[in-house]
């Protein structure tokens, strides 16, 4: 598939600037790795433990001699000092997704989110790092039934990773007021395109209801489908991360942003349009509802465009049909 980057979100010379990719062997760490590939950065360090990446993902990068890669686990506070030894920018996307993961293993969560998390944080600004970039989530609004989700309205975390994120954003404030160490956090909702896994137990709506329809299998909707969410197709998120590290607007950095298309479907919906991409009439199977999810998601999205200059350029419809031929290509018969 032809690269997706070929426009640049950071407007100025970057061939001399070093990154950190964290999670840079997931899925949108790699969407980053292949952005800063395409604009020439002067060096790529990806650091992942391959807990739930591949190599895959970043094996037309590795070759490169500018692109490095280091297996490790952020935490370990020593494999996080050397990772950022010598780098400009960071941006962390390492941690492990998934509010049911979580609920049954919240000591592994802890260790990778929080743990991890700080470590790396800690690292980053002992190392001289210019700025910190890193990957929150929506799932921070918890039980705040407002609707659209504005940054400084938030309810009670609703699982142990919406707790592990939200503890990366007060750190990331602490760093800043007592190191005026430079951070900017990304709320995330509901991400998708090209590299998500769609296979293992955590896995996201978009990739399984893409997986199933490929093999011709029925996929499981919990709950009645109603439930709606503010699916975002990854160049968005890449945008954000690449703004975010260069923006020069004053009182940008210290803060979290809203990272969305600020529109919300039902996971019914969805399913729909991929039924009529896939050419499909296939029936779901509705099951129980999964305990800690929000009911309901949608962004605004005022502030990220106010003060990193965020502009998300794909909408739903064509990032899903991005996505699901990429998804044809890769798995498809
Ligand atoms: N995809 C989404 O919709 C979404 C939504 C909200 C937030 N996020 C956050 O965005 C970030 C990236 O998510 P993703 O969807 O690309 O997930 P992903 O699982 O594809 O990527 C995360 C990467 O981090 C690595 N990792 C996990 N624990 C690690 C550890 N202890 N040490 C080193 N590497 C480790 C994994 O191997 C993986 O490659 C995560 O922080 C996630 O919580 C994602």
Redesign the pocket.
Known sequence: MATLYKKNYHQTDISDSSFLI????????SNIVEYLVEHGAGKIRI????????RTNIDQFEKLDNVEFIQ????DAAACLKACDGIDYVS??????SVPRSIATPLVTN???VT?FVNMLSAAKDAGVKRFV??????VYGDSPTLPKVEDSIGKPLSP?AVS?YINELYSSVFAVNYGFETIGL??????GPR??PDGPYA?VIPLFMDAILKQESPNIDGDGEQSRDF?FVVNAVEANIRSLFTTVPEATGKVYNIAFGERRTVNQLFDVLKSLANSTMDASYREPRPGDVRHSLADIDNARKFIGYSPEYDIQEGLKITFDWFKNEFGS
């Open positions: 964290t999670g840079g062997a997931g899925f949108i760490g650091l992942d433990d391959l807990s739930e990446g591949k490790g686990d952020i935490s962390h996307q390492a941690a492990l997704g260790n990778a989110n991890g890193y990957a929150s989530s929506s799932s990773y994120k709320r995330y909702f509901n991400v998708f998500q896994k996201a975002t």
